[in-house]
């Protein structure tokens, strides 16, 4: 079964400061997602990783993918309180469709 | 462009009722996903609709169901409502041309608060 771990599940940064998201995953897969949830709000789609070596940055936000030790980070650069929300990973494949991480609470404090 | 529609926004019923849900995806998207979102299980995938067909469904039991129509809008169905089923049922909507998602973004409704009483 495929088991879709993130951590941490909560994280309070300084606003300036960097930091990585891990998201572990337990069965062969090759397409991960990153998405972020506002409070109160819907998914948001930030990348699509859908190969060994994947780097995809979007502002202050780096995602990989290392698909052999079924590991994606997602790196923070420089955090700024806007930042702030909850992010998830989501793992697909043939046998388990799109199967979510607990999610990363993320503050970011001035 | 307009994004993923659903209706209701917020829902309340009691046990033992049932609940149709209504999902309208972006123009041109084929794919329609559903989850359910609560605070101790997370988020969960219910089932995916391409071209009027069921591709994959979750772990859930048959008292959910769901259907798509020719114009690609989804609805689902919940019946014999339980307590445990008080959550936020999310849509979502790909371009995937053969389903969810591969290299495709899925882009999400607001979601529909259900509240079981």
């Known amino acids: 079964e495929l088991k879709v771990e993130q951590n941490p599940l909560f994280l309070s940064m300084q606003e300036g400061k960097n930091y990585t998201i891990y998201c572990n995953y337990s069965?062969?897969?090759?397409?991960l997602y990153w998405y972020r949830q506002d409070p109160g709000k819907s998914l948001e789609s930030l990348f699509v990783l859908l190969s060994n070596g994947a780097v995809k940055q979007e502002g202050r936000l780096m995602a990989s993918l290392d698909t052999k030790a079924r590991l994606s980070t997602l790196h923070i650069t420089a955090a700024v309180h806007d930042l702030s929300a909850t992010y998830f990973c989501?793992?697909?494949?043939?046998?388990?469709?799109?199967?979510f991480g607990a999610g990363t609470r993320l503050t970011v404090k001035p | 462009k307009a994004g993923v529609t659903q209706t209701p926004r917020y829902l309340i019923k009691t046990r033992g009722q049932q609940v149709t849900l209504s999902c309208s995806p972006i123009?041109?998207?084929?794919?329609v996903s559903w989850y359910q979102q609560t605070p101790g299980q997370g988020l969960q995938f219910l089932f995916e609709?391409?071209?009027?067909?069921?591709?994959n469904k979750g772990n859930f039991p048959g008292r959910f169901s769901g259907r798509q129509f020719s114009n690609s809008r989804s609805e689902m169905n919940v019946s014999t409502l339980e307590l445990g089923d008080s959550a936020l049922y999310l849509c979502a909507s790909s371009l995937g041309t053969q389903g969810c998602c591969g290299n495709q973004p899925q882009h999400f409704g607001d979601g529909t608060r259900l509240s079981i009483l």
């Open positions: 123009s041109g998207h084929r794919s």
């Open positions: 609709y391409f071209s009027e067909t069921q591709r």
């Open positions: 069965t062969t897969s090759d397409r």
């Open positions: 989501a793992v697909d494949n043939e046998s388990a469709r799109m199967r």
